[in-house]
């Protein structure tokens, strides 16, 4: 039996370096179970590829005789994969939460030095990694397939993949806490709360054919200023700074009460001794 | 090598009220650095509770928690890193193999050299034969031994063990326990340890703090709890504060 100085044993790393080395091992952690297996790996990209097919072909169906399609024929394969992002994004944030209390691992984690804002770090890293492995493969598959490039929309691509990746981590962060305070009896929160955001997000439509109140609903939701972005482009050629800007400022807002209600959900699980108890 | 005689862990008063279920009612104690002790009682008497919230992980409704001089509520994360914890209510991620698992709690920790600090563990922990395996697809003993080796990765100064050789057979259980009185012996380390196996309590710890219903009915070292309560061995004493039928066998005052 052999003991070393602590001081020789570990990192003497503090602040920012000790706290990118525990989100790198929480990234690890998550790596380590994506990339090793390959059904994993094929069921995040399967639901964006599927849904983005059908899109195609119905794109295919209605373009004759549809002036918008005809003018812009990306209109709905573009809107089906920036809505994956999203999807993705929020995804990519619950389910990291979830496999650790799939795995009894929670209690592991915040008997840890790992800071509560350390673990929302490593459940957006591995966000962005999910989002990426999902719409990348749908992105192939569409140029595959139909000769779509998503990245025909140029820089606003890029401002639209930020906004939409930000509001999935504000919504995914949300639906953590709820899971954290419910359980996983909740789980199915996970995959079903961005659906709530969808017919107000104007994915596939103007958020002006939505009745009045709808529309005032919409207007609270970055996701709608990105869609209604994505369609100036495609149909104008226009990219309007003014829908990004306000979707940024609304996901910081967004962002903020995601964590907050996270952090009132560990909060309220280590008042009510739940953390070392968490799993299925 | 002299012992150090500060205490590692004082708890004051401390309690923790659930809505309807006071759980813990105003236990205090305090572990001198460097010595083992066990927390016992019989099941719902407060052991794993206390536990928690000596690990952060559970709020008290009242008192104080200092570890290593630090106030446990409010800087938690100045004693996490030198503190450790195995505890059956938790688990690791079950398709990470066992180097996998070790090496991410590793970079949590900050060790400098994971791969030597976890072939080490493994060495001392016969593990080298695992390594490369699921950690879901080992055996219950199995497991317990790689949550023992994470415990240890980073060498901690104050290890709490939540039934630490529940699941082992007697031969891997008892290498175990030498183990752990090695690993004190060389480090320095404070223990405090939740068990129902007696033999063990009376292997390993100094002291022993008796819990019945949320409060701490006696505590001594076993040899003198055993004199006290004209027991042969801490099994016999463990049922009687567990049943309450110490108050026949104690001098009033002992009874609190």
Known sequence: MKTVARGDLLHRQTGAMASLRRVRALILRHAYLLLKSWPRLVSMMYYPTVTMVLWGFVTIYLRPGNSVLQSAPGFFLGAVLLWDVLFRGQLGVSLTFIEEMYARNVGNLFVSPLRLYELIAGQLAMSILRTLIGVGGACFFAWLLFRYSIFSLGFPLLAFFVNLLMFGWAIGLAVSALILRWGLGAEELAWAAIFLFAPVSGVYYPIAVLPHVMQTIAWTLPSAYVFEGMRGVLLDGRFDWSLWQTAFVLNFVYIGVGAALFRWAVGYARNRGLLLQMGE | ?256
């Open chain 2, 1 to 256: 090598m002299l012992k150090p005689v500060a205490p590692a862990i004082v708890v004051r008063d401390l309690r923790k009220r659930y809505v309807d279920v006071e759980a813990v009612r105003g236990v205090s104690f305090s572990v001198t650095a460097g010595t083992t002790t066990a927390l016992l009682g019989g099941n719902g008497a407060g052991k794993t509770t206390t536990l928690s919230m000596l690990l952060g992980v559970l709020t008290p409704t009242a008192g104080t928690i200092h570890v290593l001089g630090e106030d446990m509520t409010r800087h938690r994360y100045r004693v996490l890193p030198r503190l450790n914890f195995t505890s059956p209510y938790v688990d690791m991620p079950k398709r990470l193999t066992v180097r996998e698992n070790l090496r991410v709690f590793a970079d949590l920790y900050g060790l400098r050299t994971p791969a030597a600090r976890i072939a080490e563990l493994a060495q001392e922990f016969e593990l080298a034969d695992f390594l490369r395996r699921p950690y879901g697809e080992l055996s219950a003993g199995q497991r317990t031994r790689v949550s023992l080796a994470k415990a240890l990765l980073n060498q901690p100064e104050v290890l709490l063990l939540d039934e630490p050789t529940a699941s082992l057979d007697p031969d891997v259980g008892d290498r175990m326990r030498s183990y752990l009185e090695q690993y004190q012996r060389a480090s320095g380390c404070t223990m405090l340890l939740a068990s129902h196996n007696m033999g063990e309590v009376e292997r390993l710890c100094d002291d022993v703090i008796m819990l019945r219903a949320g409060t701490v009915v006696d505590q001594g070292a076993p040899r003198a709890l055993l004199e006290r309560y004209g027991r042969d061995n801490m099994e016999e004493v463990f049922l009687d504060v567990a049943r309450g039928t110490a108050r026949d066998r104690l001098p009033v005052e002992i009874e609190r």
